[in-house]
C-alpha cells in the first residue's frame, strides 16, 4: 500500500482541485493522502462537505504546511491529522491569508512599477478561488501574458528572495507553529529538511519539539534522505514523506502517484494521536 503525505491543491498554489487529487489518488491506487495546503483547511473542509472524506478506499489525513519566521533560513512545518474546525487554527489562518492577500497586492504593484502589467484581479481569477494566495498565482498571470517562458524564469527573474518583486509573508514562529498544531490535536513535522541547508538549524527544530522528519521528498538526494532516516531513529521521530505535488508542468513529480511512500508511515502518524479523519 502507498501513501502521499504532502500534497497541494487549488487551495493554495495547487493546479489541481481538492476533488480531482482525490479522484486521482483512487486511480492511481494510493491508499493514504494528506493535503497539505500552504496556510490553509479550505481543501479540507471542501472535501468533507462533498462527503469525500467518509469515502472507503482511500484515506485522506487532515494537513497543513506552514512557513517558518526564521531569518536567513526558509523553514516549512507540516502538521498532520488535527481537528481543521478548531477555532484556534481559523482565526490564526483567517489573519494570515489576510496578510497574503496584502502582500500580493503589494507584489502586483511592484510588478507594475517594473514594467510587468499585471491587473490583480487577473491573479486571482488564474488562483481559481485559492484561498491562500501565493508567489505562484502571481507566476501564472506573468506567463500568461507573456513575460516569462515558465516558473522558473518568473522566480529567477523577479519573484525569488532578494528579487525585485519579492516581499516577505507574514509567518508564525517556529515555536508557535508548534504549539499550535499540538493545541489542536495534531502532529509537528519538519518538512524537506533537506532545503534548510543547515542541519544545526534542523536540529533546534528538533529540541523545540517537531515530532516527525519528513525524511522522503523528492528534493532529496540520497545522502538527505539516509542522514535524515537515522535523525529520526536516534531522537525517536515520526518518519514521513511526500511528493509536494503542486501539478504544475515541469515541476518534478508531475503526477500523483510517481513520488510515494509506504502506507505504514501514514498509519503511524495517523495512529500516534487521537484521529480527526472527519
Ligand atoms: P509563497 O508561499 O507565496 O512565498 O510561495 C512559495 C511557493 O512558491 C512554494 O511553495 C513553491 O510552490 C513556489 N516556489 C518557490 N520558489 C520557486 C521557484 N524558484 N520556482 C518555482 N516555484 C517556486
Ligand atoms: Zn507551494
Ligand atoms: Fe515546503
Ligand atoms: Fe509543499
Given amino acids: 500500500m502507498k501513501a502521499d503525505l504532502h500534497i497541494h491543491t487549488t487551495a493554495s498554489d495547487g493546479t489541481m482541485s481538492p476533488q480531482e487529487v482525490v479522484c486521482c489518488a483512487r486511480e492511481v491506487g494510493l491508499s493514504h493522502i494528506a493535503i497539505t495546503d500552504h496556510d490553509t483547511v479550505n481543501g479540507l473542509l471542501a472535501l468533507r462537505e462533498m462527503g469525500e472524506l467518509e469515502k472507503k478506499g482511500l484515506i485522506i ?71 491562500s494566495i501565493g508567489r505562484p498565482h502571481i507566476a501564472r498571470a506573468l506567463i500568461e501574458k507573456g513575460y516569462f517562458k515558465n516558473y522558473h524564469e518568473v522566480f529567477q527573474c523577479l519573484l525569488d528572495k532578494g528579487k525585485p518583486a519579492y516581499i516577505p509573508h507574514y509567518r508564525m514562529s517556529p515555536d508557535e507553529i508548534i504549539q499550535l498544531v499540538e493545541r489542536i490535536g495534531g502532529v509537528p513535522v519538519l518538512a524537506h529538511p533537506g532545503l534548510i541547508g543547515n542541519d544545526d538549524i534542523v536540529n533546534m527544530l528538533i529540541q523545540k519539539g517537531v515530532q516527525g522528519l519528513e525524511v522522503y521528498h523528492p528534493k532529496h538526494d540520497i545522502g538527505d534522505t539516509s542522514r535524515y532516516l537515522r535523525l529520526a531513529r536516534q531522537y525517536h521521530l515520526l518518519i514521513s514523506g511526500g511528493s509536494d505535488f503542486h501539478g504544475i508542468s515541469g515541476r518534478y513529480p508531475e503526477n500523483l502517484g510517481v513520488f510515494t511512500v509506504s502506507a505504514e508511515l501514514a498509519v503511524n502518524i495517523c495512529y500516534n494521536k487521537m484521529n480527526y479523519f472527519t
Fill in 61 to 131: 489525513i487532515p494537513g497543513i504546511e506552514f512557513s517558518a519566521d526564521l531569518p536567513g533560513y526558509e523553514v516549512h512545518i507540516l502538521g498532520y491529522n488535527f481537528d481543521y474546525s478548531h477555532p484556534a487554527l481559523r482565526e490564526r489562518l483567517r489573519e494570515i491569508t489576510a496578510d497574503r492577500d496584502k502582500r500580493a497586492r503589494q507584489m502586483v504593484d511592484k510588478m507594475t512599477e517594473l514594467g510587468y502589467h499585471v491587473a490583480f484581479d487577473r491573479v486571482i481569477e488564474l488562483a481559481k478561488g485559492a484561498d
